[in-house]
Each structure stands twice: as C-alpha cells, then as structure tokens.
C-alpha cells in the first residue's frame, strides 16, 4: 500500500508539473512586458487556457476515481436506458469528432437496459466512446454496440484506429498507464479513464474485454452479468433477466 500510495502521488505530481510550468512561465513573460498586442495576447491566453483545462480534466478523473474506490456501492439502483444515453453520447462524439470526420455508428437494442447507477454508466461509456473518438485517425470508423450477449448484455466500443501492442493490454486499466504517452498527453487524455471504467464495472458485477491487434484497431467491451440487465416486455413494461 505504501508503494502504491509513493508511486501515485508521483504521478500526480508528473501529470500537473507541466501544465503548471507552462502557466507560470507565460503569466512571468507577460508580467515582465510592457505591451503587447491583441493578437499576441490572445494566442498566450488560448495556451494558458488549454493548460487550464487540461489540470481540471485531471482534477476531476481523480476526484471521480477516488469515489469510486471508496465510496460503497448505492444500494437503491435505478433502472438505466441505456438505449437513451447511447443516442445522446453518439451526438456527443459526432461533435467530439469535428474536422476529422468519423463515421460513427450505434447499433442498440432498444428494450435492453440495466440496473445500476446512470451516472457512473454514463461516466464509464464516456470515457469509452471519447478514447475511440481521440485516438482514431480522421476518416477512420467507430462503432458502438448495445446488445444482448446470452443472458447478460454488453456494450462495446470498436475502432479502426492504430491498435495496441499486445505486452500493453493487461495494463491499460492501470492508473496513469499509457500505451504512447506523448500521443495520450497531445490528445487530452489523463491517463485515468480506463481505470475509472473498470471501477465502475466492478461496482456493476461486469468487467472490460479488450481486443486489439496493431494496425487493425480495438474493441473495448464492457460485459454485465444477467442479474444486471432488464428487459421491456410486449407492453413496454420491464422485468429482470434469470
């Protein structure tokens, strides 16, 4: 636990070190000018912006994993449609997307849905979702599925973007691990995304299936047991599966 503790707060430190040295390097340079033009200025300010952004998008996965880790699970779970959120994270990416234009697809069966809490759901197939978006080349394709797998259901995310090396997969749900840490840092990611996916299935009784070969994309999949899955009958009324 103790080398667990020393080897997180160091990667803490690392992931804030630079943003806020970039910070205090440009909030000194512009302290020390005695004028400066708008354009120039506001070219600083995007930087120091997206520095910004980049401590609050780390500050928040931590405070979300920290939760995770110890807050007990809710004992009154509500019934998610997850059909619903699905719809509404596919706009979501479409515009995370923008010039790079994927072509993003859901396929999901309207009738399944789970027992659970939506807000870590919707946290965890975010995190999901935002990874495919980020690290797929533009033009590439991002499917993502809902549907019934035996008994139980799973929801997956596949990519045609540039895979993972084999020897990286058993660790990629580890905190701050990264399979190319420059192009994780220069998409935005923190790092702690993954881990905050697989917490929340296992607050769920699921867990994360990853497959993926260099060159030919990645599937992530996230696969919850029947316990956890309610179907709508004939009338609309729902009932969960045995």
């Not at 708008?38 to 931590?62: N, W």
């Not at 499917?143 to 997969?169: C, K, Y």
């Not at 299935?201 to 299936?209: F, I, M, S, W």
């Amino acid at each position: 636990l103790e080398e667990m503790r020393r080897v997180f707060v160091a990667n803490v430190s690392h992931e804030l070190r630079t943003p806020v040295t970039v910070l205090a390097g440009y909030i000194e340079t512009l302290r020390g000018m005695e004028s400066i033009g708008a354009d120039e200025l506001q070219k600083h300010l995007a930087v120091m912006q997206e520095q910004t952004a980049r401590m609050q998008r780390l500050v928040d996965d931590l405070l979300t994993l920290s939760r995770l880790e110890t807050t007990p699970p809710r004992h009154h779970e509500e019934i998610v449609d997850v059909p619903q959120m699905l719809a509404a994270l596919h706009e979501q990416a479409e515009v995370l997307s923008g010039e790079a234009r994927h072509r993003i697809t859901l396929e999901a069966d309207p009738g399944l849905k789970l027992r659970g809490s939506r807000e870590e759901l919707h946290s965890a197939f975010t995190n999901l979702i935002d990874n495919a978006v980020r690290y797929t080349p533009a033009g590439g394709s991002i499917t993502l599925r809902w549907r019934a797998e035996g008994e139980g259901a799973s929801f997956s995310v596949a990519d045609t973007g540039e895979g993972i090396a084999p020897e990286h997969l058993p660790h990629l749900t580890e905190r701050f691990y990264r399979a190319d840490t420059a192009r994780s840092r220069a998409a935005g990611g923190t790092g702690l995304g993954l881990s905050i996916v697989k917490h929340v299935l296992l607050r769920h009784d699921a867990h994360l299936d990853i497959q993926s070969r260099l060159g030919a994309g990645s599937t992530f999949t996230c696969v919850f047991p029947p316990h956890r899955v309610v179907r709508a009958d004939a009338d609309g009324r729902v009932a969960t599966a045995s």
